[in-house]
């Protein structure tokens, strides 16, 4: 989630979610705020999804934690060890430099791959969508991410 929209629109997510939820709740201890009882508990559906709609945005914004955006760090930190300490075989010998980055990414716990459209169209060590993380969650977060860059 963009981090210019996420706290414009958190707010209002949880206003109106827990508005509904809070709503349907009471219409099944039968203080109805609707005409049936099928609109309360539409209601505390719509509610619940407000309310996790906005626990996605906080899990995938980048201020939520390292994820996609801490990946990129590891990639510049990556690629900057390497250089640091092969300067020579920048021009060299590219490969090397290539397979440290990749080494130290695998150390970090990424594996390589080659799911994402922008690692097909370059895949070199230094894209950054060409690693996904080990971790479960980590991976399924970071798919998800990758699909909106």
């Not at 219409?27 to 999804?49: E, I, M, P, R």
């Not at 994402?116 to 998800?144: D, G, K």
Request: glycine share 8%; proline share 4%; aromatic share 12%.
């Amino acid at each position: 989630m963009n981090e210019g929209i996420a706290p414009f629109l958190s707010p209002l997510t949880l206003l109106l979610g827990g508005g509904l939820l809070a709503i349907g709740l009471l219409s099944l201890l039968d203080l109805h705020f609707f005409k049936t009882k099928w609109q309360g508990k539409l209601s505390l559906a719509v509610g619940l999804v407000f309310i996790l709609a906005t626990e996605a945005m906080f899990v995938t914004s980048g201020a939520s934690g390292r994820y996609f955006e801490g990946q990129k760090m590891d990639v510049t930190d990556c690629e900057y060890q390497a250089e640091r300490d092969f300067p020579a075989e920048r021009r060299s010998n590219p490969k090397l430099i290539h397979d440290k980055i990749v080494a130290c990414m695998d150390t970090l716990g990424y594996d390589w791959s080659k799911e994402h459209y922008h690692c097909v169209e370059a895949p070199i060590s230094t894209n950054v969508f060409c690693y996904l993380p080990r971790a479960a969650m980590q991976r399924s977060i970071v798919a998800w991410q990758m699909r909106f860059e």
